[in-house]
């Protein structure tokens, strides 16, 4: 699929004038839970922190991100229909099922994932996203980007995987 047609659109739609460069960050399809395609975003000197272009673009990455995860967890199913077959051996029937729970659980991920893009678009949409939940602060643009659905800023996200870790003994 082509995934950079729409995003080229919506960077086009809000900095007229960059068509030249494409920075490719595409990682060959394969892993899903990873985004790809996308061109950094630039700011103008002086631009506002999430204003409206910039909207736009992480819009963009996180939609294009969702249509990769959709056609993935469709994918999974339609193989497992194909692959369901009756194995008359039982360590045929054991792999199989190995094999099925392991994709059942990948697709469950996939679709959580799915979940906490939705939400993260509708925080976009109450002009809330980029901000760090924890502190307020500004998440930062290069680190939505490594992590478009990040609602905290890199410090407080340290911190409570330290204390996470702490609890954890
Ligand atoms: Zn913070």
């Known amino acids: 699929m082509p995934p950079t047609a729409k995003e080229t ?7 007229a004038k ?3 460069k494409t920075t490719k960050v595409a990682k060959k399809a394969g892993n899903p839970a990873e985004f790809s395609n996308f061109e950094p ?3 103008k000197r002086g631009e506002k922190y999430m204003n409206e272009a910039q909207h736009a673009h992480f819009r963009a990455i996180l939609r294009n991100w969702k249509s990769d995860l959709m056609q993935e967890v469709d994918r999974t199913v339609s193989h497992m229909k194909d ?3 009756n194995f008359p051996d039982p360590a045929d029937r054991a792999t199989q099922e190995e094999e ?3 994709e059942l659980r990948t697709r469950d991920r996939e679709r959580k994932l799915i979940k906490k893009i939705d939400s993260t678009m509708e925080l976009i949409d109450q002009n809330d996203y980029g901000y760090c939940e924890a502190c307020g602060v500004e998440i930062g643009i290069q680190r939505l980007e490594a992590r478009p659905t ?3 800023c890199i410090d407080c996200k340290t911190l409570a995987e330290i204390k996470e870790r702490q609890e954890m003994g």
Do not use: D, M, V
């Open 9 to 15: 659109k919506a960077n086009k739609a809000s900095t």
């Open 18 to 20: 960059k068509a030249t």
């Open 41 to 43: 975003y630039k700011p």
């Open 83 to 85: 692959e369901a077959a």
């Open 100 to 102: 099925f729970s392991l």
């Open 150 to 152: 990040a609602t905290q």
